[in-house]
């Protein structure tokens, strides 16, 4: 007992202050992000219905793009942190350079997808014509910033894995800063400044045109592009990164250099896409059984969304613990790391099952005052008390997996874990039901989710407890 105390004191607890101080900058700079998304939607649906279904359906293609490039260049911060735990301060800012060329050609290749694809499918998603015409208009705007965001994600990927989250919860305010003021002039023109400052706006400034949903995506580029050059000078000038002298000289782009990035990254990237793509899915499954039933799944995935923004955080900062330590050549106190984080998730999970638990009935109310959608968000939540395990813990065992630049398996796992069991498992019981048991609707849908969410966690354990040990 004397000696399990001494082992608390001396490694678990040390080590769990460290990754929760590590984590709250990057849950911070998430709910930024998450809320530039929150102010477009509240804008646009202030300004006209046709300006907020344009920016709901733009957004549901320019998100999962960003995300894939965030995943992909996530890859970058275990390479990093092995690198900073090996004093291999060198071999750091050519990794850094050749992100950043991936960064460029993969916002590019997003921009050019933005600018050319929509239309063909908005045609084939049989939008109506004038909401798909402001989403072009929107979406041309947004892919202005698309490599402004990928330059920011890879230096903020780099920013972690030299245990330096603060920064990105800086930048990913000030970018919320300039967001909700361009958003406001440019989606309301003139006439929203003389609503909130009255006859004092210049004549000039009064004159300036509306632009709705257009308006919405010009704000959200500048803010990417705002992000991105506060980070390159912040990379610049911070004292943190004076020992790797990042901007004294660019290297050019290195097939080698290149391949270790993508090898490790683009797992990471299909990974988050495939969770992605997961909910979207289901979003259009149950989209025909009722506009009740979709506005209690989107009440009860929104809430829950928000509770996972920390778990989530974990993993990420657990990815940096665990590269670190691995860099410092001491395997088995990377497994210790590794488990240790788990622990600490399951912690998380449990906090967020009891919020869960205690509010989500005021929390419904907050959305809608209909009996009917609350009820049923209410029995969704119930269930979503069990999803909150599986979640964290899937999640913090893929950011230990991705410390170990093990993202291949990973990306395997979730795959067949989301797609097969979680998604064709849930439209299976919420169409067909099982035996006896009549189709179970969007409930099944959630447990479906659960299934797919819990056999990843079980799956991703497995692989951690087998590459973890000591060979």
Known sequence: MESLSKQVRTLYWPETRLLVRLALPICGAQLAQAGMS??????????????????????????????????????????????????????????????????????????????????????????????????????????????????????????????????????????????????????????????????????????????????????????????????MLYTQRGRAYRDVSLWQQIALPQWRGIRELLVVGVPIGVAIFVEVTLFTLIALLIASLGEITVAAHQIALSFTSILFMLPMSLSMALTVRVGNTLGQQRPERARQVAWNGIAISLLTAAINSTLLWLTGRWVISLYTPDPDVQALAASLLALAVFFQVSDSLQANLAGALRGYKDTRVVMLITVVSYWSVGLGGGHWLGRQGFGEIAALGVHGYWIGLIAGLSTAALLLAWRLYVISQPE
Request: proline residues 6%; contains cysteine; positive net charge.
């Open 38 to 231: 929150v102010v477009d939607v509240m804008m646009t649906g202030r300004q006209s219905p046709t300006a907020l279904a344009a920016v709901s359906v733009g957004s549901s293609l320019w998100m999962p793009l960003m995300l894939f490039m965030t995943g992909t260049l996530m890859g970058l911060t275990p390479i990093v942190a092995h690198m900073l735990g090996g004093k291999r301060h060198s071999g750091i800012r050519p990794a850094v350079h050749q992100a950043l060329w991936i960064a460029l050609l993969l916002g590019a290749v997003s921009a050019g997808l933005l600018w050319f694809m929509v239309t063909p499918i908005f045609q084939l998603m049989a939008v109506p014509e004038h909401v798909a015409h402001s989403s072009v208009a929107y979406l041309s705007a947004v892919a202005f910033g698309m490599p402004g965001i990928a330059l920011f994600q890879a230096l903020r990927a780099f920013s972690d894995g030299m245990n330096h989250t603060r920064p990105a919860l800086w930048i990913s305010l000030i970018g919320l800063a300039v967001n909700i003021p361009a958003n406001y002039l440019l989606i309301y023109g003139g006439g929203g400044l003389v609503e909130l400052f009255g006859t004092r706006v210049p004549i000039s400034l009064q004159q300036l045109p509306a632009l709705g949903a257009l308006g919405c995506g010009i704000a959200t580029a500048i803010s990417m592009w705002t992000m991105a050059l506060a980070m």
